[in-house]
């Protein structure tokens, strides 16, 4: 089965159609930048014109980098203001003509290790971590979801995690591996004394240089590299649009 997932991030918004069985595009994918100011009238019509592009006309799932509950996006860390308490669903839907699953853009990556990833067949408590623009959580139970989950904002030294702690923070302070290493370790201590995962897996761009962080890290849990990379949040994206977000995970 072939479904469409849209990742809308900071930078840029990625469709691609995912081959459902196998968890993979089944083709090219299709970036267009974010608009700025990244208004909610702004996006909406860069993912109408995503959707465009594939002539997609069924279900489209997307994730969004902020929490969203019922379809209206509650929060705005690293997004326009305005979005908050705006009904994303229904206004993705009302410009493209198709029904749209909208969720958590690191629930969304996490769906998609658990089924086809990392995660695989892994019964106990994953948590999944996004080191990109911000920090994006999502943490499995048994397969099972909890949505929404907010583990990028815990507070540490008297700020938002991410802002510590973020693949973005690493490259704006021109921070050396070992730095940031050091920071992501202090993090996961924190995430490990509180929530006792039996695995983490670490997700966003960076995962892809897993070999200069994840040796660095002192913390007992066993932490592992995703292993879609920057494909999971479209993958997960276009399984949400099944509107199954607690998906077996074998
Ligand atoms: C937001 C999360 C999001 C994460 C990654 C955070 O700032 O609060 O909802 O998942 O960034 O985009």
């Known amino acids: 089965m072939e479904l469409l997932g849209i990742d809308v991030?900071?930078?840029?918004?990625?469709?691609?159609?995912?081959?459902?069985?196998?968890?993979?595009?089944?083709?090219?994918r299709f970036r267009l930048d974010t608009p700025h100011p990244a208004t909610p009238e702004s996006v909406t019509e860069t993912v109408a014109r995503v959707v465009q592009h594939f002539n997609w006309k069924a279900p489209v799932g997307a994730g969004f980098p902020a929490v969203v509950r019922r379809g209206m996006v509650e929060t705005a860390a690293n997004i326009d203001a305005g979005w908050i308490g705006r009904k994303v669903e229904s206004m993705f839907q009302e410009a493209t003509g198709c029904d749209f699953s909208v969720r958590n853009d690191a629930d969304v990556a996490g769906l998609a290790e658990m089924r086809y990833g990392a995660?695989?067949?892994c019964d106990g408590v994953v948590l999944?971590?996004?080191?990109?623009?911000?920090?994006?959580?999502?943490?499995?139970?048994?397969?099972?979801?909890?949505?929404n989950t907010e583990f990028g904002?815990?507070?540490?030294?008297?700020r938002s995690a991410e802002r510590r702690a973020a693949d973005s923070v690493r490259t704006r302070k021109k921070l050396s591996?070992?730095?940031?290493?050091?920071?992501?370790d202090d993090y996961?201590?924190?995430?490990?004394?509180?929530?006792?995962?039996?695995?983490?897996?670490?997700?966003?761009?960076?995962s892809r240089k897993h070999e200069s962080f994840l040796p660095l890290l002192t913390v007992k849990t066993k932490?592992?590299?995703?292993m879609l990379r920057n494909d999971a949040g479209i993958v997960g994206a276009a399984c949400a649009s099944?509107?199954?977000?607690q998906l077996p995970t074998h």
């Not at 999944?128 to 909890?146: E, P």
């Not at 591996?177 to 920071?183: I, L, P």
């Not at 996961?188 to 960076?206: E, N, T």
């Open 9 to 28: 991030g900071g930078t840029g918004i990625k469709g691609g159609i995912v081959d459902a069985e196998r968890g993979e595009l089944a083709g090219e």
């Open 119 to 121: 995660g695989r067949g």
């Open 128 to 147: 999944l971590l996004t080191l990109g623009t911000g920090i994006g959580s999502a943490l499995f139970n048994g397969g099972r979801l909890v949505p």
């Open 153 to 158: 904002h815990i507070e540490m030294d008297g």
């Open 177 to 184: 591996w070992k730095k940031w290493a050091k920071r992501v």
């Open 188 to 206: 996961l201590h924190r995430l490990d004394f509180y929530l006792w995962p039996d695995l983490i897996i670490i997700g966003g761009g960076v």
């Open 223 to 226: 932490v592992v590299p995703a």
């Open 242 to 245: 099944l509107g199954q977000l």
